[in-house]
């Protein structure tokens, strides 16, 4: 058997290297995965320091990123020419030799390597760009075990066009009240450096007092001046802080739990799951994947810790012979039309139907509740410019207006 040379970091981030003796590259890769390994690069032993060169070199570079368009077209283009009858290896050697961007060419040609070598797509993924999330994965090796991958394929695509789109309308809502609010924290400096002072040596002069809005206002600007570094350092540290604790194992569980109750914003998270959920469990049903099966893909693809605990006691009740529906029930964290619509669909024999109806409804209400998003934002964000105006202008019509008081007084 041939010898393969590997690179690879160890639990501790640490770089090691040696071979192994193994039938091919598929079962080197499984050999570094049993050694708790990741591997950096792998290659023959004898070619390793010429034809595979320019892989490690490839290697030492990382994994190519792709940008959000960038994976949609890979998505896309892939499930395009799968839907034509097109093997998979194939349909990766199209998309390296005739894709326009480097960053697709480069992750499909290490994606053919890693399949021609025998290994699975859902894992070659993984190994290929770290763009390729666990969810991304786990769909796709669900496509593949129910043979249904251009169907899964072409979901993640809706999936992905609806994240893009839902990013593009909050930054597109958002531009003119940051602009506005960019306009409004000029302002105050303008006046609190510039009209401020003048005012308030007018005052003194005529012997009047400023008025309490003025003085708040004054007095503020003159804090931020003197401790404006201050408040910076906390600003930052508190932000490094909260990222700190929220990828910790302690964080992460009331991070996802806490984001999915925000006003506004936990519905469209709650919703976005809601639709991916039966979306895929529609496909996996549909296409003859057992139901606990389906349920444990869609668990280990589920990112949000607060919802995967929910699957995991789900899998376990189903796993000891439980209804779906009353597995879901007994959580409390599925809407009850979804659980009548599931309870139907087992009683009937067509779950799959179910589930697929269900999405549909999940699709519009997401698309509901995502224009509500967008447009209080801005509402809100316009208001409390308005408010900041509002004193700003107050404060100075009522200094004029003492002065003026003052002048007439004496």
Same mark, same amino acid.
């Given at each position: ?43 023959l ?15 030492k570079s ?5 940008k ?7 998505t896309?283009e892939?499930? /395009? $020419? =799968?839907?034509a009858?097109?093997?998979l290896?194939? +349909?990766?050697?199209? &998309? ?6 480097? *960053? ?5 040609g290490?994606l ?22 666990e ?5 796709v090796?669900?496509g593949e075990?129910?043979?249904?991958l ?19 309308r ?27 002072p ?8 005529t012997?009047q ?5 003025? /003085? $708040? =206002? ?7 001046? +003197?401790?404006?570094? &201050?408040i910076?350092?906390?600003m930052?540290g *508190?932000?490094?802080a ?16 806490y ?9 469209v ?12 469990m ?8 057992p139901l ?43 809407p ?8 139907i ?5 067509e $779950? ?8 549909t ?7 509901i509740?995502?224009?509500r998003l967008?447009?209080i934002?801005p ?11 509002g ?20």
């Amino acid at each position: 058997m041939p010898a393969f040379f590997y690179t690879a970091v160890d639990a501790s981030g640490k770089q090691v290297s040696g071979n192994v003796i193994v039938r091919n590259k598929s079962e080197a890769y499984r050999e570094l995965e049993a050694r708790t390994l990741i591997p950096v690069s792998v290659g023959l032993e004898g070619d390793f320091a010429g034809k595979g060169k320019s892989k490690a070199a490839t290697a030492k570079s990382g994994p190519r990123r792709l940008k959000r368009a960038e994976l949609i077209l890979f998505t896309e283009e892939l499930a /395009d $020419l =799968l839907d034509a009858g097109m093997q998979l290896e194939r +349909a990766l050697k199209i &998309l390296n030799e005739r894709s326009t961007s480097p *960053s697709i060419k480069a992750v499909a040609g290490v994606l053919r390597d890693e399949i021609r070598e025998g290994t699975r797509f859902s894992k070659a993924l993984g190994r290929a760009s770290s763009t390729f999330d666990e969810l991304y994965c786990s769909l796709v090796a669900a496509g593949e075990a129910s043979g249904s991958l251009p169907e899964i394929l072409r979901r993640l695509v809706v999936n992905l066009k609806q994240l893009s789109n839902l990013q593009r309308r909050t930054v597109s809502a958002m531009i003119y009240p940051l602009t506005v609010l960019l306009a409004c924290i000029v302002l105050i400096f303008v006046v609190s450096t510039v009209l401020m002072p003048s005012l308030t040596k007018m005052m003194q002069k005529t012997g009047q007092d400023l008025p309490f809005v003025t /003085d $708040l =206002l004054i007095r503020f600007t003159d804090f931020m001046s +003197a401790w404006w570094w &201050l408040i910076l350092g906390l600003m930052i540290g *508190s932000v490094v802080a909260f990222r700190l604790f929220i990828t910790s194992k302690r964080g992460r569980p009331w991070w996802d739990e806490y984001k999915m109750k925000l006003p506004a914003f936990g519905p469209v998270i709650f919703g976005r799951f809601y639709a991916q959920f039966c979306h895929t469990m529609s496909n996996l049903v549909n296409n003859g994947v057992p139901l606990l099966n389906s349920l444990k893909l869609i668990t280990r693809g589920t990112q949000n810790h607060f919802v995967r605990n929910h699957l995991e006691t789900v899998v376990l009740d189903v796993g000891e012979g439980s209804s779906l529906a009353r597995a879901m029930s007994k959580t409390e964290a599925f809407p009850e039309g979804l659980i009548d619509r599931i309870a139907i669909g087992e009683q009937t024999g067509e $779950l799959g139907k179910a589930f697929s109806k269900a999405a549909t409804k999940y699709d519009e209400d997401l698309d509901i509740r995502i224009s509500r998003l967008t447009s209080i934002v801005p509402n809100v964000m316009l208001c409390l410019v308005a408010v900041v105006v509002g004193v700003v202008a107050y404060s100075v019509i009522t200094t004029i207006f003492g002065s003026m008081s003052g002048i007439r007084a004496r």
